[in-house]
Every structure is written in structure tokens, then in C-alpha cells.
């Protein structure tokens, strides 16, 4: 089992800029595969963006291309998202994803076995 928890949230004005970080526990390992969702309200829950095993390989949303930063630091078994540029179409719960059987990132909600609980970011105009 892995357990993910997020952190970071909160309530920025438009062009601001967040931080959240998701940090796991259990049976963690370097080897595999990161995401992040969100859901804002009455919406299906959307990719973000999703980090390779080694890093190496990141892929985005069109949607926060150029503006969020995904990143990893397996030596905490913490992955990050730096969030740019925010607007208030960002404003939404967001989730982290793991699986252990994944290790390319993948944009695919079912791809993803274990979920955080979520964090709350809200933007306003």
C-alpha cells in the first residue's frame, strides 16, 4: 500500500503562484511513475501533469503548458507542482496519483492505483 498526501493549497489572486507538494508513504519506490489531477466543481476530474520514474520525462495539459512545473525529489518520496501564472479556471481540488506498475507518466485516471486526498485551490479573479 501507498499513501499520498498534498499539501500546499490555498487561496491566490489571478498571476499568482502555489506550491503543492505530495508526499508518500508505505511501500514507496523511486521506481514509478507520478501524476496530477484536479476536479474543480461540477467537472470530471482532468489531467495535469505526470513524471516519469527517473524524471526524465515530464508531460502537461495544454491547458498549464508553460505556466506549472512538475518535479521530484525520491529522496523525501515527494513530488511537486509549481503552479505559475495561476487563473481562475485553475481553481480546483487537486489530487496526486501513483502506480507501481507504472513507469512512464500517464495522463489516464485508471492508470493510477493509489490517490491522495485532495487540496483546495481556489483563484480569484
Known amino acids: 500500500q501507498v499513501q499520498l498526501v498534498e499539501s500546499g493549497g490555498g487561496l491566490v489572486q489571478a498571476g499568482g503562484s502555489l506550491r503543492l507538494s505530495c508526499a508518500a508513504s508505505?511501500?514507496?519506490?523511486?521506481?514509478?511513475?507520478r501524476g496530477w489531477f484536479r476536479q474543480a466543481p461540477g467537472k470530471e476530474r482532468e489531467f495535469v501533469a505526470a513524471i516519469s520514474w527517473s524524471g526524465g520525462f515530464k508531460i502537461y495539459a495544454d491547458s498549464v503548458k508553460e505556466r506549472f512545473i512538475i518535479s521530484r525529489d525520491d529522496d523525501s518520496n515527494t513530488v511537486y507542482l509549481q503552479m505559475n501564472s495561476l487563473k481562475p479556471e485553475d481553481t480546483a481540488v487537486y489530487y496526486c496519483?501513483?502506480?507501481?506498475?507504472?513507469?512512464?507518466?500517464?495522463?489516464?485516471?485508471?492508470?493510477?492505483?493509489?490517490w491522495g486526498q485532495g487540496t483546495q485551490v481556489t483563484v480569484s479573479s
Open positions: 496519483a501513483a502506480d507501481q506498475t507504472l513507469r512512464s507518466p500517464g495522463r489516464l485516471l485508471d492508470e493510477y492505483g493509489y
Open positions: 508505505g511501500r514507496t519506490s523511486s521506481t514509478y511513475a
